[in-house]
């Protein structure tokens, strides 16, 4: 295959030369622990690359199939004797795919014309929402189907419903703490697609825990989506470029960029590395990436609030909570310790470790619309954790791992709730 159509994978080729072979990755690749077969693990997944980085092998849908399914969890590069980062050329190789090949209906369309336009992106979904409410029959009060027009990607899958308001219908520009108390920080605010469009209760509740706090919260208008589902999983460069310009003009004026979910953090801490083609993008996403907290990481080693302060939701009071590790949050950014002392500090609820906490949940974004079935076979390891620590609530901090821990424990008949942390906090 010609060098210029291998672009992108060209820029991360050392990290094939990584690979030593020693099949580590196989004891913790979720894929190749349900599948059994050589090109599931990031091993067998380097030999397809570096072959078509020889010239041996041209790109098909046989290959794309084998580099889609990938659920980007780390655990490869973690337990590898060299840390070979073979994600990274995976992703680098959906971008080479992207490019040449195309990506298919209804992803490119998505990426391409819907997440960038936030105007037709929301319209879109309110008219979703009123067919959704009016025509569509309700599950459990909670749950329901995708909105109609995205309708040929749920597979009957059960997630939560789009807000009938969305998050900046319901909250100002700017925040300020009460009246008569000076804000002692301002920070940019990052709700996420998620928060924005489905859970804006829960960017409510992150705004008013750090107004509480003493903190001026600013949610710029301006923004965008973070980019990760089309970039890091759709290898669309072009369009997370767009989506990095936006962002990183919307949150210029601000030390802090704070998000409350582990992926969108992550993928802003990818745009230098993945997206900067020109030295003054480097500059730029480079400076931007140093301005990103998680929320966690945000409040304890930002605010540093001390574990006495932290108060919790009724819901749960005497309650036995679990926390389930991102896998953007911890093996891509490394923050773990920061939502366990949250946690932990929390007086009026008991905390116990999950065994295999970081473990992946299985849903990695388009992964999980690709492959269902096999995303649901890892949920399943998932929920026999959960099982073991005999816990209420499995606290986690990523819309995608809550809505798969909701899916697949409504799906399994198990009675544990599923929150995010800035839901358990007052
Ligand atoms: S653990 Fe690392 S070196 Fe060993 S086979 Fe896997 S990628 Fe290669
Ligand atoms: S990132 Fe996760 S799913 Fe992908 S090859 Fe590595 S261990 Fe397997």
Known sequence: MKNDLLQELKRFE???????????????????????????????????????????????????????????????TESCPTQAHIPRLIVAARADIARTEGIKFPYGFIYRHLLPNRGLFGNLLKVSSFIQSTFMPKSNGAIRHLPNFMSGLSHGRQIPSIAHKFLRRQVPVVNKPAQGIKPELRIGYFPGCM?????PHLGIRTIEFLTRRKVEVVMPSVQGCCGAPVFLGGGDFETGRKLADTNVAAFEKFDYVIADCATCSCAFKEYPRFLADTPERKEAYTHFAGKIRHISQFITDVLEIPASSYQTVAAVKGKKLTWHDPCHLNRHLGITQ???????????????????????????????????????????KKIDSIDSTDADI?????????????????????????MSLMEVLE
Do not use: H, W
């Open 14 to 76: 050392d990290d094939a030369d990584q690979c030593m072979k020693c099949g580590f990755c196989s004891f913790v690749c979720p894929i190749y622990q349900e599948e059994r077969i050589e090109s599931s693990v990031a091993r067998g997944k380097n030999e397809l690359i570096k072959a078509v980085l020889a010239g041996e092998l041209e790109f098909n849908s046989e290959l794309t199939d084998r580099l889609y399914k990938c659920v980007a969890c780390g655990a490869c």
């Open 195 to 199: 928060n924005e469009y489905v859970t």
């Open 338 to 380: 920061q939502p366990r002392k949250i946690l932990q500090s929390i007086d009026e609820a008991q905390y116990v470790e999950m065994p295999d906490a970081g473990r992946c949940c299985g849903m990695a974004g388009q992964f999980n619309l690709l492959y269902y079935d096999l995303s649901q076979k890892i949920a399943e």
């Open 394 to 418: 499995v606290v986690t901090s990523c819309p995608g791992c809550e809505f798969q821990l909701l899916d697949n424990l409504t799906r399994l008949d198990r009675p544990q709730k599923v």
